[in-house]
């Protein structure tokens, strides 16, 4: 009987030897985990400071060039059902020339003789045979800020802040729905050329011009039948009310927000012969003349935009 103790005793004893040096394993485990997972964090907050480093080498280092380019429209956007014929269209009018886009939906980025971007273009999947969407790209010095002036505008961010066309970008809309793009140029990008005015024709003017003045730190000039906005000297975008039209099954909840681009040439007569011989109709007040230097016009696919003296 003694002996079998003793012997119960020794496995006892054995078994706690291995129960301890298995809680010892254990413990070596545990604590090389928590080294491993420690250093993978501090490798992911190295890797995440290195990215971020463009970041703030457009937010500071080229914080010079951005407030250059600040308080311009940097290039116009279009979101249409069939963006091959578009970009026929427009080059053939406009004499732009078209290489792929690589920003978010754009298909296309159209350039001027001079090789500087002045059109995005892209799919637009709303419906097959409706008209293009206009949406104006603004150049801003700090984009965090200004997504972050949208939001308590209550604007919607759709997309971004992230990389846009050698900068950061960001895709918005206002509260009455039209869509625009806030982009902050990076320290190797040009200053945009004045190739367009926009105005947008809202169904709530006086809320849209205090939209845009709040995000786009803008300065208001009343005319009468607009109101233009201007940041310094220049003219970002002007605001008028939205045409009321009739109402119907086809347009239950009356006009909607849109823009309207006006581009501008050196010879509005050539432009708009261009653009007739492609296709398009010339509107202004229901007359198939130019007003003073400008001409209204309907692309082929129905998309309104103007032609204007630069």
Same mark, same amino acid.
């Given at each position: 009987m003694?002996?079998t103790?003793t012997e119960?005793?020794?496995?006892v004893s054995?078994t706690?030897?291995?129960?301890s040096?298995?809680?010892g394993?254990?413990?070596?485990?545990?604590?090389?985990f928590?080294e491993?997972?420690a250093?993978a964090?501090?490798?992911a907050?190295t890797?995440?400071s290195?990215?971020?480093a463009?970041?703030?080498?457009?937010g500071?280092?080229?914080?010079?060039s951005?407030?250059?380019?600040?308080?311009r429209v940097?290039?116009t956007?279009?979101?249409?059902a069939?963006?091959?014929?578009?970009?026929s269209f427009?080059?053939?009018?406009?004499g732009?020339?078209?290489?792929?886009?690589?920003?978010?939906g754009?298909?296309?980025?159209?350039l001027?003789?001079s090789g500087?971007?002045?059109?995005t273009?892209?799919?637009?999947?709303s419906?097959r045979?409706?008209?293009?969407?206009?949406?104006?790209c603004?150049t801003?010095?700090d984009v965090w800020?200004a997504?972050q002036?949208?939001r308590?505008?209550c604007?919607t961010?759709?997309?971004?802040?992230?990389?846009?066309?050698?900068?950061?970008?960001v895709?918005?809309?206002?509260r009455?729905?039209?869509?625009?793009?806030?982009?902050e140029?990076?320290?190797?990008?040009g200053?945009?050329?004045?190739?367009?005015?926009h105005r947008l024709y809202?169904p709530?003017?006086?809320d849209?011009?205090?939209?845009?003045? !709040?995000? +786009?730190? #803008?300065d208001p000039r009343r *005319?009468?039948s607009?109101?233009?906005l201007?940041?310094?000297?220049?003219? /970002? @975008?002007?605001?008028?009310p939205a045409?009321?039209?009739r109402r119907?099954?086809?347009r239950?909840?009356?006009?909607?927000a849109?823009w309207?681009?006006?581009?501008?040439?050196?010879?509005?007569?050539?432009?708009?012969? !261009?653009? +007739?011989? #492609?296709?398009?109709s010339? *509107?202004v007040?229901d007359a198939?003349?130019?007003?003073?230097?400008?001409? /209204? @016009?309907?692309a082929?696919?129905?998309t309104?935009?103007a032609l204007?003296?630069?």
């Amino acid at each position: 009987m003694t002996e079998t103790v003793t012997e119960a005793a020794g496995a006892v004893s054995g078994t706690a030897g291995a129960v301890s040096e298995a809680a010892g394993a254990v413990s070596e485990a545990a604590e090389a985990f928590s080294e491993s997972v420690a250093r993978a964090a501090r490798a992911a907050k190295t890797a995440l400071s290195h990215e971020d480093a463009p970041l703030r080498a457009v937010g500071a280092a080229g914080a010079a060039s951005a407030v250059a380019g600040a308080g311009r429209v940097a290039w116009t956007g279009l979101q249409c059902a069939d963006p091959v014929s578009a970009r026929s269209f427009y080059g053939r009018v406009m004499g732009w020339t078209f290489e792929p886009g690589d920003g978010p939906g754009a298909l296309w980025r159209g350039l001027d003789a001079s090789g500087a971007q002045v059109l995005t273009l892209g799919r637009s999947y709303s419906a097959r045979t409706a008209p293009g969407l206009w949406a104006p790209c603004f150049t801003v010095p700090d984009v965090w800020a200004a997504a972050q002036r949208v939001r308590e505008s209550c604007g919607t961010v759709a997309v971004g802040p992230l990389s846009l066309e050698g900068g950061r970008g960001v895709l918005a809309a206002d509260r009455q729905g039209a869509g625009f793009t806030l982009w902050e140029p990076g320290p190797d990008a040009g200053r945009p050329a004045p190739i367009a005015r926009h105005r947008l024709y809202s169904p709530d003017a006086v809320d849209s011009v205090a939209f845009y003045r !709040s995000v +786009l730190s #803008a300065d208001p000039r009343r *005319l009468p039948s607009e109101t233009v906005l201007l940041r310094g000297p220049e003219r /970002l @975008l002007s605001v008028a009310p939205a045409p009321r039209g009739r109402r119907g099954a086809d347009r239950p909840a009356g006009p909607r927000a849109r823009w309207q681009p006006e581009f501008l040439v050196p010879d509005v007569e050539a432009a708009v012969a !261009s653009a +007739l011989a #492609a296709g398009a109709s010339l *509107l202004v007040e229901d007359a198939t003349r130019t007003v003073r230097g400008r001409g /209204l @016009l309907r692309a082929p696919d129905g998309t309104v935009f103007a032609l204007a003296r630069a």
